[in-house]
């Protein structure tokens, strides 16, 4: 059982880091600074409620990463990104065998905040122009507005389909932590 969990674990990694990578990948132009919309965050807030912290964590920087990597023009951007994706995940819960809580919905708008700070102060470090950075928030939050709306449209989603209860990760972690504590205390 342990070993077929941790090989579900790792598909479901693997298969949110293809799925950010493809959510990048379709953006939307949005003409100021460069700037773009795309649907990668939301995947990336998805794979934080549904896959533990380390591998949300994962799949989110490989699939953001290797976008901005096979993208032309934002290679630059690859070291930044493989730092802010796994920093927003922090901020969501995959514990409760719902997706849409309350932390969660909370967490929309603090990773909307911190990645967007922490993208104008990476275009700072890049650009050296600290005005142009600073001045970038404002059309830098268009991207997570986008990705919040359409996570928590498809979390209701996948909460009316009871996605969680399916994938069962949660309920399997509970039982691993409970015996590895049975054991040390035994």
Not at 76 to 103: A, E, M, N
Request: charge should be positive; hydrophobic fraction near 55%; glycine fraction near 6%.
């Amino acid at each position: 059982m342990k070993q077929v969990n941790k090989i579900r674990l790792l598909v479901l990694t693997a298969l949110f880091a293809a799925l950010t990578f493809l959510g990048t990948r379709i953006n939307i132009p949005l003409g100021m600074n460069n700037r773009i919309v795309h649907l990668g965050d939301a995947v990336v807030y998805l794979s934080a409620c549904i896959l533990p912290l380390p591998y949300a964590m994962a799949s989110s920087a490989i699939g953001a990463g290797l976008s901005d990597f096979t993208t032309p023009g934002c290679m630059i951007w690859v070291l930044p990104t493989i730092l802010i994706k796994p920093l927003l995940v922090t901020f969501f819960t995959s514990k409760p065998y719902k997706i849409v809580t309350k932390r969660n919905t909370v967490a929309i708008f603090l990773a909307g905040i911190v990645g967007s700070v922490a993208y104008a102060i990476a275009e700072w470090i890049i650009y050296g122009n600290f005005i142009a950075a600073l001045m970038s928030i404002p059309a830098g939050a268009f991207q997570p507005i986008g990705s919040g709306i359409l996570f928590m449209a498809l979390a209701l989603a996948f909460d009316n389909m009871k996605l969680k209860n399916q994938l069962n990760l949660n309920q399997d972690f509970n039982k691993e932590r409970k015996n590895k504590i049975r054991e040390n205390v035994a």
